[in-house]
């Protein structure tokens, strides 16, 4: 079956730091990937989807960047965190685009 | 950009009232689906419909799909405590996946 991992489930950055979330899937090829940001009582905004390796797509310019290095791994990164990259961060995957998308458990982010 | 937009925003019930979220859109929509997010949770899919005037039926959640395909609705009857959470109507387009602003329904016992 299918399984995807997301972490960490918390972090604490202080404004200013790098950061680096990470995504894998387990059990499929070359499935959609999404990286999605909540603010607290807020809705999902998508910030990157990817189709296949290397093949990365921006809905949002930001200081956030997104890579796939390999089919079942997407990575979300920033240099430089500022105050309003806090949020919960959502991983998700499908298996195309009009199919279900699965979320992992999500990286609640605080920069302070 | 495209938008997909829900109403209301937020809705409080007692336990046994009936709840609706709406869900429009600035575009035609190939299918629309739906999800549920608990409190501190990840989204969980619900549904996708796919045909004009589509209507489903999940216990006690009513899916329906509008006759244009630009609008979308969740009817929950008699709702539960257990409903408690964010409803979100979602684009799934052609590669991206693109939420509704979502609805957040209390339920007090």
């Known amino acids: 079956s299918q399984t995807i991992h997301q972490w960490p489930a918390t972090l604490v950055q202080p404004v200013g730091s790098p950061l680096s979330l990470e995504c894998t899937v387990e059990?499929?090829?070359?499935?959609?990937l999404y990286w999605y940001r909540q603010a607290a009582g807020r809705g999902l905004q998508l910030l990157f989807y990817?189709?296949?390796?290397?093949?990365i797509s921006s809905e949002v310019p930001q200081n956030l960047s997104a890579s796939r290095p390999q089919d079942r791994q997407f990575i979300l990164s920033s240099k430089k965190l500022l105050l309003s990259d806090s949020g919960f961060y959502l991983c998700?995957?499908?298996?195309?685009?009009?199919?279900?998308?699965?979320f992992g458990q999500g990286t609640r982010l605080t920069v302070v | 950009g495209q938008q997909v937009m829900q109403i209301p925003q937020y809705q409080h019930v007692q336990e046994g009232e009936d709840f609706t979220t709406y869900c429009n859109s600035s575009t035609t929509l190939s299918n629309i689906q739906w999800y549920k997010q608990r409190p501190g949770g990840h989204p969980v899919f619900l549904i996708q419909l796919v045909k004009s005037g589509e209507v489903k039926k999940q216990k006690r959640l009513t899916f329906q799909f509008g006759e244009a395909k630009k609008n979308s609705s969740l009817h929950i009857t008699a709702t539960q405590t257990t409903d408690v959470g964010t409803y979100f109507c979602?684009?799934?387009?052609?590669?991206?996946?693109?939420f509704g602003t979502g609805t957040r329904l209390l339920v007090s016992p």
């Open positions: 990817s189709v296949g390796i290397g093949q």
């Open positions: 998700a995957w499908s298996v195309h685009g009009n199919t279900e998308a699965f």
């Open positions: 979602a684009d799934p387009g052609f590669q991206k996946l693109v």
């Open positions: 059990g499929t090829s070359n499935p959609n």
